[in-house]
């Protein structure tokens, strides 16, 4: 795993039409109801985990990751209500020697180009601010929508990791000065 850059807190960063900023305590609602909806869920992670262990990972935000100011985790919000969740984390797959991105939006602001916003500006945070050579993401081949976004934004695939049960994961990395998208998240 590669070392841990400097400046990889939470600083509120602007996404177009949403703000990403740290979590408060009082968005654990808010971020339960995010990952209780199956869709929203069903290619983060392990896929959707009931609302006790949601409640758990939203404590450990607090208690472990800002505590030991380990990586970003943003709350997204639009508004001033959270809409989504996003991460700049080391990856934790043996096969990703690198840091990688997590972006998840309530399936209401899905299809409005927020997604685009949000991962650009995550990507442009990394490599630009952090500093980081490369930044990667790690994503179930069935999700084509995140897929096709990424690799607008420039993201190439650079390897596939095969589960148990056939699932596919895609890793795709993004170097600095790639993005294809020209500032339009539907442009080819
Ligand atoms: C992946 C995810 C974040 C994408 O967010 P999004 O806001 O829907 O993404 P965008 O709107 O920027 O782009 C997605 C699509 O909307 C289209 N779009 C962009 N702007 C648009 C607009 N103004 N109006 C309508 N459609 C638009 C894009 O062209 C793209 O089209 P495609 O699906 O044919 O490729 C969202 O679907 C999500 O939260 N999914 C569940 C969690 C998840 O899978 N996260 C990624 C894990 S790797």
Do not use: C
């Not at 740290?22 to 654990?28: G, T, V």
């Not at 995010?34 to 869920?41: A, C, G, K, R, T």
């Not at 490369?134 to 695939?157: F, H, M």
């Amino acid at each position: 795993m590669s070392s841990t850059p400097s400046g990889t807190s939470s600083p509120v960063l602007n996404a177009g039409s949403a703000l990403l900023r740290p979590y408060d305590p009082r968005d654990e609602d808010a971020f339960v109801r995010l990952f209780q909806d199956p869709e929203v869920s069903r290619f983060v992670g392990d896929g959707p985990q009931d609302e006790g262990e949601d409640r758990a990972l939203f404590g450990r935000i607090f208690s472990s990751v800002y505590a030991g100011n380990r990586f970003a985790v943003w709350a997204i919000t639009r508004g001033g209500a959270v809409v989504g969740h996003a991460e700049l984390k080391p990856s934790p797959s043996e096969d990703v020697d690198g840091w990688e991105l997590v972006y998840v939006l309530e399936r209401a602001h899905w299809g409005q180009g927020l997604g685009t916003e949000v991962a650009r500006a995550i990507t442009t945070f990394a490599l630009e601010q952090v500093g980081l050579p490369r930044i990667y993401a790690t994503v179930d081949q069935q999700n084509a929508r995140s897929i096709g976004l990424l690799e607008r934004l420039g993201y190439v695939p650079v390897a596939d990791r095969h589960e148990d049960g056939g699932k596919v994961i895609k890793i795709l990395a993004r170097t600095p000065h790639r993005d294809n998208s020209q500032g339009s998240p539907h442009s080819t």
